[in-house]
């Protein structure tokens, strides 16, 4: 099967009055959570200047998907708008840095200790599949929403149960393929779907199901990948599905960042559809 695309603490102070006797309580004011940044917020071309906005801002995005696991079901929703601006701001430096080689080595070693490892990660995901991936000269894209995360984590563990295909390589293939299906539109080959299928491979992987149904392609991209070699050989079965090294090593890096830091799943989730034109870089969802 070949397819190709692409809180505060309150601070009280105690003051003795002039010559009174008397105490006086002050609070200070409530700190507010940082502003998230715009989609259009300049990314600083210093290395220095941005790793700490990175940093800064990665932070705060694990934040946010902490607070909103811990106060919302997010089976039932998307993630919500300080997440998502959060999660974009750090799609852009990354994509940045995918670009610039020399940009991104300095970058990524003033990054804290606790991030170097997740930004080279993605950042190395990102160049493998923009060198695999050229530059569209399609004028039209088709675009949606996806299903909320908690419900595709759900598909993703009733395929892992299934077929032994481990829950976080279904999650990096559905969200190489189609940024979890947000990418509606056909690939230049003819695959369709969620997990893009060519429709003679989904005939024969699909187990009679819908192909542009997030449960039944990730289903079925489970049954694909099974009977290629997972979980045995994880890298032959996803090159059997896309015959690319590069593809498969981007796959495999996404794959282990969702393995080490259940956030990356969410996080990744809120980033959005970017396609690169002759013309640059478009950004096709989101705020």
């Not at 996080?267 to 969802?285: C, D, H, I, K, M």
């Given at each position: 099967m070949?397819?190709?695309?692409?809180?505060?603490?309150?601070?009280?102070?105690?003051?003795?009055?002039?010559g009174?006797?008397?105490?006086?309580?002050?609070?200070a004011?409530?700190?507010q959570?940082?502003?998230?940044?715009?989609?259009?917020?300049?990314l600083?071309?210093?290395?220095?200047?941005?790793?700490?906005?990175?940093?800064?801002?990665?932070?705060?995005?694990?934040?946010?998907?902490?607070?909103w696991?811990?106060?919302?079901?997010?089976?039932?929703?998307l993630?919500?708008?300080?997440l998502?601006?959060?999660?974009?701001?750090?799609?852009r430096?990354?994509?940045?840095?995918?670009?610039?080689?020399?940009?991104?080595?300095?970058?990524?070693?003033?990054?804290?200790?606790?991030?170097?490892?997740?930004?080279?990660?993605?950042?190395?995901?990102?160049?493998?599949?923009?060198?695999?991936?050229?530059?569209?000269?399609?004028?039209?894209?088709?675009?949606?929403?996806?299903?909320?995360?908690g419900?595709?984590?759900?598909?993703?563990?009733?395929?892992?149960?299934?077929?032994?295909?481990a829950?976080?390589?279904?999650?990096?293939?559905?969200f190489?393929?189609?940024?979890?299906?947000?990418?509606r539109?056909?690939?230049?080959?003819?695959?369709?779907?969620?997990?893009?299928?060519?429709?003679?491979t989904?005939?024969?992987?699909?187990?009679?199901?819908?192909?542009?149904?997030?449960?039944?392609?990730?289903?079925?991209?489970?049954?694909?990948?099974?009977?290629?070699?997972?979980?045995?050989?994880?890298?032959?079965?996803?090159?059997?599905?896309?015959?690319?090294?590069?593809?498969?090593?981007?796959?495999?890096?996404?794959?282990?960042?969702?393995?080490?830091?259940?956030?990356?799943?969410?996080?990744y989730?809120?980033?959005?559809?970017?396609?690169?034109?002759?013309?640059?870089?478009?950004?096709?969802t989101?705020?």
């Amino acid at each position: 099967m070949w397819v190709r695309r692409i809180w505060t603490t309150a601070l009280v102070v105690l003051v003795a009055g002039c010559g009174s006797g008397t105490t006086a309580r002050l609070t200070a004011p409530a700190q507010q959570p940082p502003v998230p940044p715009s989609p259009t917020e300049p990314l600083p071309h210093d290395a220095a200047a941005l790793a700490s906005r990175l940093t800064q801002v990665s932070d705060a995005l694990n934040g946010s998907i902490d607070s909103w696991l811990a106060t919302a079901d997010p089976s039932h929703g998307l993630p919500p708008q300080p997440l998502t601006l959060q999660a974009l701001y750090v799609q852009r430096a990354y994509r940045q840095l995918a670009h610039h080689r020399s940009l991104a080595k300095r970058t990524l070693a003033q990054l804290p200790a606790r991030l170097r490892r997740q930004a080279s990660e993605s950042v190395t995901a990102l160049r493998d599949l923009m060198r695999l991936t050229p530059p569209s000269h399609r004028r039209t894209f088709e675009t949606g929403q996806p299903a909320p995360p908690g419900r595709l984590l759900t598909f993703y563990r009733q395929a892992q149960r299934r077929f032994h295909v481990a829950w976080n390589v279904l999650a990096s293939v559905n969200f190489v393929e189609t940024d979890f299906n947000r990418i509606r539109s056909s690939s230049s080959a003819g695959a369709q779907g969620p997990m893009q299928f060519m429709r003679s491979t989904w005939r024969e992987y699909g187990l009679g199901g819908n192909l542009r149904d997030p449960h039944d392609s990730i289903l079925g991209a489970a049954n694909y990948l099974h009977r290629s070699g997972a979980p045995h050989s994880y890298r032959r079965a996803l090159y059997s599905y896309n015959p690319s090294p590069l593809y498969v090593d981007a796959v495999l890096r996404y794959a282990r960042r969702m393995a080490a830091d259940r956030r990356a799943f969410y996080g990744y989730f809120a980033w959005q559809v970017f396609v690169r034109t002759p013309s640059g870089e478009r950004r096709l969802t989101g705020p």
